[in-house]
């Protein structure tokens, strides 16, 4: 009788708990579902994360996961519209509601989570800051920058870690900032600072829109840890729970071996628990944030895994050509993992 008793106790309450999960609104996926299409912010462009051609089409690393969300939420990948933002203009733009997320190089700092009123929803990368410099100055570590003057983009958090970094350790060099991060590389490429300063992946980015990109170098050392992900505004807990997950889902199929040309075969043929529930085969985790089943089938479909979009936006299939290193799975050595689909 007590087992029946408890076994009836459990049973309402996951049905409680299911009944309170369907009241709870998301304004932001009622105004995506209702104009058809995503707002996504991202960088104004930077080769491999976000940039546009001259036909107006988006590619990148940054770029994909939108588009990865973008097939999660409404079926299809190409249901999204890109807003370029610059390193001033990018908060506001989240926080007036122009954009449902961002989803370019910004780095998550406690300051920022703590009085932006923003959220950020994970890592898509993991980035380090150092320094692009000219092979003639034959400059090997940023300690050797001592007395030189670098060029930056104005309230990034590569502008303060390069002033912190250098005072901490006693020596004197010029920062000059600019509105832009392209009014700063290109300021560098003129000749008005003897380096610049962003992350190693940005730093690849803008190294090929140089005049002459085997003139410079790019030092091997970074000087600080930035991870970087998406970013959502406060409150709307079911759209963050959606914007996490989409991240986490696309790492999820690069370590289960689910591709964008296997997920067929991978839905209706696994043994594999983990590999059903992501895929939609069984769990109903999409009817868990108001979402189809088969929200991860879609984006993995029609966007691939992390590891295949990686490799074509930045990694040996991208011009850019950055090796794996700490975004490689932290099975092979990296730092990039998931929480189960449990």
Known sequence: MKTITFAAALLAAGTLAASAQQLAPSPTLDAIKARGHLECGVHLGLPGFSFANDKGEWTGLDVDYCKALAAAVLGDATKVKFTPTSVQQRWPILQSGQVDLLSRNSTITFS????????????????GQTF???????????????????CVAAGSTEEKNAADWFRERNLKVTITNFQKNDDAITAYDSGRCDA????????????????V????VILTKPISNDPQGPVTRWGDERWQLIVRWVLNGTIAAEMLGVTSKNVDEMKAN?????????LGAEGGFGAMMGLPDDWMYKAIKQVGNYGESYERTVGMGSPLKLERGQNQLWTKGGLLFTPPFQ
């Open 196 to 211: 610049y300063t962003a992350g190693v992946g940005a730093l690849a980015g803008q190294r090929v829109k140089l005049k």
């Open 132 to 150: 692009i410099v000219r092979k003639k100055a034959n400059v090997k570590s940023a300690e050797e920058l001592d007395g030189a003057s670098i």
């Open 112 to 127: 920022r989570n703590a009085t932006l009123g923003l959220n950020f929803q994970g890592i898509n990368f993991y980035e």
């Open 270 to 278: 696994s043994k594999n628990t983990e590999v059903r529930r992501l």
């Open 213 to 216: 990109p085997d003139d410079h």
